[in-house]
């Protein structure tokens, strides 16, 4: 998965538990005039009924070669197949992706941006079933400027943190995001579906050299709504400045814990990884304060 401005962010795919569990990755942008994916479209050349006759001619060479190969590999790709095909034929995947269906009021009130409309498009995709869904704030890390780029801001080339943040990224979180929850609320789905606001780290408590602050991951916010999550309730507390947590300090495993508690998940679930090896999913502890 390439941002951009040509990072590859890590932790994107599901290494060693295998592409089966791969996520559906796209960077095409939502709030865009033709939005569209070419996934879930045929090319022009190949209408269903062609791709019906391909499907067919590729099944019975499929039947012959399984009589030489029946391993794992080769009934996964079935599987592929099948799923690819599923897409491709389903139109509840299509209506999902499709935004203009969604009244233009709905559209106004997330924001016609990138965030805006990648989030609705986040709810559609909730209201036809997917568990699981990830949102980028915006296709870039880097932040330097207020027409494009993500919350990466501690000043590059020059550039100052605090304009780009009052004119960019608050405005734009201050619009989406309430939207988001009040309309899940609205539709009666806030309550089965778990929201997780967050990044990877905070800002320094010094301002540099750039009259931006840097990378500080030992104290910050992570907003968390829904899923059994109790509504108006704060966890934890910082120091005077910002630097540590001064009540109740939560590490990223404990969110993760409570994540998958939240979920229906054990938190003390163990993966066999490479080598045979069992790895925990977390080693954190659900944060039962803020469950309902």
């Known amino acids: 998965y390439i941002m951009r401005d040509g990072s590859a962010p890590p932790g994107q795919h599901a290494s060693f538990l295998g592409k089966a569990h791969d996520p559906f990755l796209f960077t095409n ?8 994916l070419p996934e879930l479209s045929l090319p022009t050349n190949i209408d269903p009924k062609r791709l019906a006759s391909r499907r067919q001619l590729q099944q019975l ?9 029946y391993s794992a590999s080769a009934r996964g790709l079935d599987a592929y197949y099948e799923r690819a095909l599923g897409m491709l034929n ?12 969604e009244p233009d009021k709905i559209r106004d009130t997330y924001g016609r941006h990138t965030y805006g409309q990648s989030v609705l498009l986040a709810r559609r995709l909730v209201e036809a079933g997917t568990k699981f869904v990830n949102v980028y704030f915006s296709d870039s890390i880097g932040g330097q400027s207020t027409t494009f780029g ?4 501690h000043g590059f080339n020059n550039t100052r943190m605090y304009p780009i943040v009052e004119k960019r990224h608050l405005p734009i ?49 992570v907003l968390l709504a829904g899923g059994g999550i109790k509504r108006g309730y704060v966890y ?41 090896r069992p790895l925990p999913i977390t080693t954190g502890n659900a944060i039962q304060d803020i469950i309902g």
């Open 173 to 221: 979180t201050n619009q989406t995001l309430p939207t988001f929850l009040n309309d899940l609320d609205d539709r009666g789905l806030l309550d089965e579906t778990l929201v997780v606001w967050m990044g990877e780290f905070g800002r320094t408590p010094k301002i540099n050299a750039n009259s931006s602050r840097d990378h500080w991951p030992q104290c910050y916010t």
């Open 90 to 101: 389903s139109p509840k995947m299509r209506n999902a992706f499709d935004l203009t269906q």
């Open 29 to 36: 942008d939502p709030s865009s005039k033709n939005f569209a």
């Open 150 to 153: 993500g919350w990466d801001t």
């Open 61 to 69: 060479v499929d039947q012959q070669s399984r009589l030489l190969d």
């Open 236 to 276: 934890g507390a910082s120091d005077k400045n910002a630097s540590y947590p001064a009540e109740n300090p939560v590490r990223p495993d404990d969110i993760a814990a409570t994540m998958y508690q939240l979920l229906g998940i054990d938190p003390h679930t163990e993966v066999i990884g490479v080598g045979d």
